[in-house]
């Protein structure tokens, strides 16, 4: 078989370089782990960064809650107070139109009041028995006259007064005015009353008055309760001649009627 020659010179064959053994570039670190050529063969895991509180986003939650709570508040004290005011401007408005129709009310009966005070006018004389000292006073025209008993054959004289018509006369009938000419003594009279004052729980109380159209008339007066009746008025007694003389109010909202005709009594002493 011919040999092939080489074209060329022949180039020196350089020796082989020894190959060196994992051994030889193995090393440990510092770290304990092992390294090759002076680096580390094992990389060291790197664990993650711990995440940073959000102070700020905090703060700022919890500013809005308190806001949020404070807004809450402020409209349901707004509602609360708004409600307050409606149902005071109500009651308000409520006393107001209570108010109005007193007034109106009042102003009703004051005219009415007055009304009837100018229907008593002219005022009419009344003129008891000649012969019992002929007692006469002035009363309102409005009110109607009842004479029960006319003094007949020396007994008691009886008239009774009371605005429009006098009812039936009885204890607990109340009438603007009782006249009563008693064929009896003043002395009497006024020691029955007595009598009766004595009695528990009366209700009755007098005084001495002065009264008449020449204020020359002198006599008691009786303030409570009507004996024998749950009437209260009042009762003057006086002495006319040998006779003793009763007027008596059954109530007292006849008060200023009965003033004013005190105030217009005469007779023949």
């Given at each position: 078989m011919p040999q092939v020659q080489p074209s060329g010179p022949a180039q020196p064959v350089q020796p082989a370089q020894p190959v060196q053994s994992i051994s030889s570039l193995q090393g440990i670190g510092p770290d304990g782990l092992p390294t090759a050529n002076g680096m580390p063969m094992v990389q060291q895991a790197q664990l993650p960064p711990e995440p940073k509180k959000d102070i700020a986003g905090l703060v700022k939650t919890i500013a809005i809650i308190v806001v949020s709570l404070v807004a809450v508040t402020f409209i349901?004290?707004?509602?609360?107070?708004?409600?307050?005011?409606?149902?005071v401007q109500t009651d308000?408005?409520?006393q107001i139109d209570v108010a109005v129709a007193a007034a109106k009310d009042e102003q009703s009966l004051k005219m009415e009041a007055e009304f009837?005070?100018?229907?008593?006018?002219?005022?009419?004389?009344?003129?008891g028995p000649i012969d019992y000292g002929e007692l006469s006073f002035e009363y309102p025209r409005t009110w109607s006259v009842y004479v029960a008993a006319a003094a007949e054959k020396g007994g008691d004289f009886n008239a009774y007064f009371n605005p429009?018509?006098?009812?039936a006369v009885g204890i607990?009938?109340?009438?603007?005015?009782?006249?009563?000419?008693?064929?009896a003594s003043f002395d009497d009279v006024v020691a029955d009353y007595a009598r009766i004052m004595e009695r528990k729980n009366s209700?009755?109380?007098?005084?001495?008055?002065?009264f008449g159209r020449n204020e020359n008339i002198i006599g008691n007066r009786y303030t409570g309760i009507?004996?024998?009746?749950?009437?209260?008025?009042?009762?003057?007694?006086?002495?006319i001649r040998d006779k003793t003389v009763i007027l008596q109010t059954d109530s007292v909202l006849f008060t200023a009627d009965f003033d004013k005709?005190?105030?217009?009594?005469?007779?023949?002493?």
């Amino acid at each position: 078989m011919p040999q092939v020659q080489p074209s060329g010179p022949a180039q020196p064959v350089q020796p082989a370089q020894p190959v060196q053994s994992i051994s030889s570039l193995q090393g440990i670190g510092p770290d304990g782990l092992p390294t090759a050529n002076g680096m580390p063969m094992v990389q060291q895991a790197q664990l993650p960064p711990e995440p940073k509180k959000d102070i700020a986003g905090l703060v700022k939650t919890i500013a809005i809650i308190v806001v949020s709570l404070v807004a809450v508040t402020f409209i349901g004290l707004f509602i609360w107070m708004r409600l307050q005011y409606d149902e005071v401007q109500t009651d308000v408005q409520g006393q107001i139109d209570v108010a109005v129709a007193a007034a109106k009310d009042e102003q009703s009966l004051k005219m009415e009041a007055e009304f009837l005070e100018r229907e008593k006018y002219p005022y009419k004389t009344f003129s008891g028995p000649i012969d019992y000292g002929e007692l006469s006073f002035e009363y309102p025209r409005t009110w109607s006259v009842y004479v029960a008993a006319a003094a007949e054959k020396g007994g008691d004289f009886n008239a009774y007064f009371n605005p429009e018509q006098v009812d039936a006369v009885g204890i607990d009938t109340i009438n603007a005015l009782r006249v009563t000419i008693l064929n009896a003594s003043f002395d009497d009279v006024v020691a029955d009353y007595a009598r009766i004052m004595e009695r528990k729980n009366s209700g009755l109380t007098v005084q001495s008055v002065t009264f008449g159209r020449n204020e020359n008339i002198i006599g008691n007066r009786y303030t409570g309760i009507i004996p024998n009746t749950d009437l209260n008025g009042y009762i003057v007694v006086f002495k006319i001649r040998d006779k003793t003389v009763i007027l008596q109010t059954d109530s007292v909202l006849f008060t200023a009627d009965f003033d004013k005709l005190l105030g217009t009594v005469v007779f023949n002493a």
